[in-house]
């Protein structure tokens, strides 16, 4: 059975700190994606890795993949208040079926 | 950008009957998903559909839940006979390949009372 675990799962940090969140999962998968959660709201999709050493940026923050040890990093750079989220990763399993496995989520709270 | 409907956006029921969760998903997308949230948990997975019909279901999707593309556009969940602990956040999701990524809707938030 697929695992994914995240952490930290609560981080609060300064603005204009950098932090890093960590995803490890337990079997082989050549997918990993990254989703930001706002309270009662949807999934919002931040990055889809696709292969092992892929790193994808977007504004403050950059997502990397290493297939090989079964990690995946979230870095925040410069952290500013709107990042204030619960961030997920999750895992498509390779050769199975369309499915994803979610961490249990980082709760960012970034405090002026 | 396209998006993923969901209706209703909060649903209250009452401890044993049955509710539809209805989605849209966006046009050109081929496979369709549902997963839920008990509040301040993690996202699981329900169910996946592809070319009408069910391709994976988890061990939450008994009996009690159904799934059904009734025309070309709508994927529904039935939820029969509810239960307390039904209550979630419940997310459809669409995607047209998985290197593209999934499209999650804004979700139903279904409380059984």
């Known amino acids: 059975e697929l695992k994914v675990e995240q952490n930290p799962l609560f981080l609060s940090m300064q603005e204009g700190k950098n932090y890093t969140i960590y995803c490890n999962y337990s079997?082989?998968?050549?997918?990993l994606y990254w989703y930001r959660q706002d309270p009662g709201k949807s999934l919002e999709s931040l990055f889809v890795?696709?292969?092992?050493?892929a790193v994808k940026q977007e504004g403050r923050l950059m997502a990397s993949l290493d297939t090989k040890a079964r990690l995946s990093t979230l870095h925040i750079t410069a952290a500013v208040h709107d990042l204030s989220a619960t961030y997920f990763c999750?895992?498509?399993?390779?050769?199975?079926?369309?499915?994803?496995?979610f961490g249990k989520g980082t709760k960012l709270t970034v405090n002026p | 950008e396209p998006e993923v409907t969901q209706t209703p956006s909060h649903q209250v029921t009452q401890m044993g009957q049955e509710v539809i969760l209805r989605c849209v998903p966006i046009?050109?997308?081929?496979?369709f998903y549902w997963y839920r949230q008990i509040l301040g948990q993690k996202v699981e997975f329900l169910v996946s559909?592809?070319?009408?019909?069910?391709?994976?279901k988890s061990e939450i999707f008994d009996d009690q839940f159904s799934v059904e593309r009734p025309d070309g556009s709508n994927f529904t969940l039935k939820i029969r006979s509810t239960k307390l602990e039904d209550s979630a956040m419940y997310f459809c999701?669409?995607?047209?390949?998985?290197?593209?990524?999934?499209?999650f809707g804004s979700g139903t938030r279904l409380t059984v009372v």
């Open positions: 559909f592809y070319n009408n019909e069910i391709s994976e």
């Open positions: 079997t082989t998968s050549d997918r």
């Open positions: 046009s050109n997308h081929l496979y």
């Open positions: 999701a669409s995607s047209i390949e998985r290197d593209y990524g999934y499209t």
């Open positions: 890795l696709l292969s092992n050493g």
């Open positions: 999750a895992v498509d399993i390779q050769g199975g079926s369309e499915k994803l496995v």
